[in-house]
């Protein structure tokens, strides 16, 4: 059987969803420090933003905590984007076990954005790969 939605209704293998199919997203600000961490709800959650007052790195979740969220199948990902609200450069840092692919920084311009997708590579590896 192939997968197949059609006017709201889904059908993947064995699963049925029969409702409207909604995409629900957040903003997630992470607060300007020494110290900034992406968090996995801000990942899911699809947008992040930062006011850096300096160049500054952002670390993601670790593999672990990502996994615990997505699940372990890999192939299984989530994109989302970082807009930079300040003239500052952030580079994205990978956590325990994610390996950040292509250019990890985003430009120091105000209003400036990165792309991102998440992808599960191994049950205990996650790569963040920049899309755009």
Do not use: C
Not at 31 to 37: C, Q, Y
Not at 89 to 109: E, K, S, Y
């Amino acid at each position: 059987m192939f997968n197949r939605i059609t006017r709201g209704n889904a059908v993947v293998g064995g699963l049925t969803v029969t409702s409207s199919l909604k995409q629900l997203r957040t903003v997630t600000n992470i607060a300007d420090g020494a110290s900034m961490v992406h968090t996995t709800a801000g990942i899911l959650g699809g947008i992040t933003t930062a006011t850096l007052t300096t160049a500054r790195s952002i670390t993601t979740p670790t593999a672990a905590a990502i996994i615990a969220e997505l699940g372990s199948v890999v192939g299984t990902s989530v994109k989302f984007s970082y807009i930079n609200l300040a003239a500052f450069v952030a580079t994205l840092l990978g956590g325990t076990g994610v390996t950040i692919v292509g250019l990890a920084t985003t430009a120091a311009t105000a209003g400036q954005a990165s792309r991102w997708q998440v992808v599960v590579t191994a049950p205990t590896t996650v790569s963040i790969y920049r899309i755009a």
